[in-house]
């Protein structure tokens, strides 16, 4: 069996518990190796929110890292990445992927994923 790795990739502002439990539900259903937050940078969150008209109710990186932190606490299975903060928002998908892959889960750079080891959430 192939060692799959759930990436979540969202604003979480807030993070909340319905992120918790779809990202556990996924790693279970798929009977993946984690889950893996990765919360968007504030250019990206800013840039959403004003365009809602909430410009006033975004959250700072830091708060958000820390509460996806603390949701990961009850469970191994999740973590959080922050390697999308203090980009430029634009969100660039296949970048995330390729900092997760190269320097999360093999530092070394001597293995590499299949495509089908990662499976990417909408935004």
Do not use: W
Request: proline share 3%; charged share 30%; with cysteine.
């Amino acid at each position: 069996m192939t060692e799959k790795i759930i990436v979540m990739r969202g604003s979480f502002n807030p993070p909340t518990i319905a992120h918790r439990t779809l990202l556990l539900a996924v790693v279970d259903a798929l009977r993946a190796r984690a889950g893996l937050f990765v919360p968007s940078s504030d250019a990206y969150v800013r840039r959403k929110m004003r365009k809602q008209g909430r410009a006033g109710e975004v959250l700072t990186e830091d708060l958000r890292a820390r509460m996806l932190y603390q949701m990961c606490r009850a469970d191994q299975r999740l973590a959080v990445e922050e390697c999308e903060f203090q980009d430029d928002g634009k969100g660039h998908t296949f970048d995330t992927m390729e900092k997760i892959q190269k320097h999360l889960l093999y530092p070394s750079g001597t293995r590499r994923h299949r495509r089908d080891q990662f499976l990417c959430t909408a935004r």
